[in-house]
């Protein structure tokens, strides 16, 4: 079993707890960088989110 897969089942029944986690990471890391990396933050938010099984996007708010 994989890492990944590890990650996955601890996450199950906690997805949204994930997302915010994620977000807030993100948020985190565009402040510490004033914003210079926003659109790569934005992606890699994005791509985590796709690999644990998270991803509600339509759900999050527009930034």
Known sequence: MSMMDKLKGLLKGHEGQA?????KAG???????????????????????D?????DREQRPPQ
């Open 19 to 23: 997302r915010t986690g994620i977000d």
């Open 51 to 55: 690999q644990l099984g998270v991803d």
């Open 27 to 49: 948020d985190y890391v565009d402040q510490r960088t004033q914003g210079k990396y926003k659109g790569q933050v934005d992606t890699a938010q994005d791509k985590l989110g």
